[in-house]
C-alpha cells in the first residue's frame, strides 16, 4: 500500500466522466446509432445540447440552433433526437450506483461526471482499478466513460481530458514524477482548468500566465488578491495537495428555476397563465424533491429579442409563510403574471424562480397567514407518487394542463427504462 510522509494511505482521486452521455444513452437502446453523427436537442428541440463524436467532426457546434443545422442534418443524415430526460435521468442514477461498489465515498457531480475515493490503493493499482470500473459499467450498462485518477480532484480533472483523447484506453492516471506531470501542464490552456471561467482566464493571460504549469508556478501572494481562498486552493490542488475535498452531502440549492421558450409566440394571457402554472407546478415538485420550501417567487416573461419592441418584466413576490404546496405557489404566481402581463406583445419565453429556500423541516409560522393542513401534504404526496409511478403530469392541476402542441418535441425516444407503456416488444417469429 503506497503511503505518505505521514505514513498514511496515500489519497487518490477519480474522475469518471460519461462520454456524450445523451448520445450514449440513445445509442444504448438503438445500436443503429454506432458510428454515426447523432445529436440531442434542447427543450422544444431548440438547439443541439450533445453531439456525437462523428457529429463534432462534421462541424456541428455546441448549443448552435436546430433550424441553422437541418441543411447539414439532410445532407450528412445526421440522427437528431429530442431531449429525454427521463431516459437520462435513470441511466445516470444506476451509473452512480454502480461507482458506489467501487468506493465508500462518491460525489455526484453533475448528471454525467463523479468523483470516487480510491484512497488506499497503491499507485500501480489505479489503472487496472480504473479499466475494472470502465468496463464494468459498460458491461452492465453499455455506457462508455473516461476515468482520470490524481491526488487531487483539480489534476484529476486534467487527467480525465486525457483520458477522454485515447477512447481505447479510457483511463489516465496522472503520473508521479514532478517532470512528467509539469510537462503535462504545461500543455493545459489556462481556459480549461476547472474553475477558470471567462473573465478569469483572461486576466490570468494578462499577467502572462497561460497555461496550468505557469500557474502552478505563480506565488500565492499574487493569485489570492484577484481569486480568494479558491485560487489558493487551486493553486495548491495543482501542486498534488488535496485542498478541495469531495462534497458527499451536495449543498443545500440557494434558488430553483423552471422556464421554457414556447414552440410556437404565445399571444394570449389564457396561454401564458398555463404556461405559468405548469411552470409552477414543476417547481413545486422539485422543492418538495429536495426537501425545500422557498419563501419568494420570481415570475419573469421575454418577448422575442431578436425581433422589434422587445419586452421583458419579472416581479418578485412574498409568500405568508414558505411552503412547497403547489396550490398556494400556483395562486402566487398568476398574481405576479397578471402584473406585469401587457397585451401588446407576442411571447417567446416564461418562467418561474423560487428563491430564499429553506428545510422543509423548518417551518416559520405566521399569525396572520393560513398555515398548510396536514391534508394538503398527503394530497401533494400522493400527486407525487402517481407522476413518479405511471409518468408525468399523469395527474395535475387544470390550469397547467399543456396542450401537446405546445411542446415541441418531434423526436423524442421511448422512455425504456422509465415507462412500462414504452417497453420495446419482441414478437415471436
Known amino acids: 500500500m503506497s503511503q505518505t510522509k505521514n505514513n498514511k494511505p496515500a489519497k487518490y482521486i477519480a474522475l469518471v466522466d460519461c462520454n456524450n452521455f445523451y448520445v450514449s444513452c440513445e445509442r444504448v437502446f438503438n445500436p443503429k446509432l454506432n458510428n454515426k453523427p447523432v445529436v440531442v436537442l434542447s427543450n422544444n428541440d431548440g438547439c443541439v445540447i450533445a453531439r456525437s463524436a462523428e ?36 441511466l445516470s442514477a444506476r451509473v452512480m450506483a454502480v461507482l458506489a461498489l467501487y468506493s465508500p465515498e462518491v460525489e455526484i457531480y453533475s448528471i454525467d461526471e463523479a468523483f470516487l475515493d480510491l484512497s488506499g490503493l497503491d499507485y500501480e493499482q489505479l489503472y487496472q482499478y480504473g479499466q475494472k470500473i470502465r468496463q464494468t459499467i459498460a458491461t452492465w450498462l453499455g455506457l462508455p466513460v473516461s476515468i482520470g485518477i490524481a491526488k487531487t480532484k483539480t489534476l484529476a480533472k486534467v487527467a480525465s481530458r486525457l483520458a477522454k483523447k485515447n477512447s481505447a484506453t479510457g483511463v489516465y492516471v496522472f503520473p508521479q514524477a514532478p517532470q512528467a506531470g509539469d510537462l503535462i501542464l504545461q500543455g493545459i490552456e489556462v481556459d480549461n482548468i476547472w474553475g477558470i471561467g471567462k473573465r478569469l482566464s483572461k486576466w490570468l493571460k494578462m499577467h502572462s500566465i497561460n497555461n496550468a504549469l505557469s500557474l502552478k508556478q505563480t506565488p500565492e501572494y499574487i493569485l489570492q488578491p484577484k481569486m480568494g481562498i479558491l485560487g489558493v486552493r487551486l493553486l495548491r490542488e495543482l501542486h498534488g495537495v488535496a485542498a478541495i475535498p ?3 452531502t451536495p449543498p443545500p440549492k440557494q434558488a430553483t428555476c423552471v422556464s421554457r421558450s414556447f414552440r410556437y409566440p404565445a399571444r394570449t394571457l389564457a396561454t401564458m397563465k398555463q404556461a405559468i402554472a405548469n411552470h409552477t407546478v414543476r417547481l413545486a415538485e422539485k422543492l418538495r424533491q429536495q426537501q425545500q420550501n422557498t419563501a419568494t417567487l420570481t415570475i419573469f416573461i421575454q418577448s422575442n429579442r431578436f425581433k422589434p419592441n422587445y419586452y421583458s418584466n419579472s416581479i418578485t413576490l412574498a409568500l405568508p409563510t414558505a411552503t412547497n404546496l403547489t396550490p398556494p405557489l400556483i395562486n402566487l404566481a398568476l398574481q405576479g403574471l397578471a402584473a406585469i402581463y401587457r397585451p401588446q406583445y407576442v411571447y417567446k419565453k416564461a418562467g418561474v424562480i423560487a428563491q430564499g429556500l429553506t428545510p422543509e423541516s423548518i417551518i416559520q409560522g405566521s399569525l396572520f397567514a393560513e398555515n398548510s393542513s396536514p391534508q394538503q401534504k398527503k394530497l401533494m404526496q400522493t400527486m407525487d407518487r402517481l407522476n413518479a409511478t405511471m ?39
Open 391 to 429: 409518468g408525468a403530469n399523469t395527474i395535475t392541476f387544470a390550469v397547467a394542463k399543456l396542450k401537446p402542441a405546445e411542446i415541441k418535441q418531434t423526436r423524442v425516444s421511448p422512455r425504456y427504462t422509465t415507462c412500462w407503456q414504452e417497453l420495446p416488444l419482441v414478437q415471436a417469429r
Open 55 to 90: 457529429a463534432k467532426a462534421l462541424g456541428i457546434g455546441m448549443a448552435v440552433p436546430a433550424f441553422k443545422i437541418e441543411p447539414q442534418i439532410r445532407q450528412y443524415q445526421i440522427e437528431a433526437y429530442s431531449s429525454n430526460y427521463a431516459l437520462y435521468g435513470d
Open 246 to 248: 469531495l462534497e458527499l
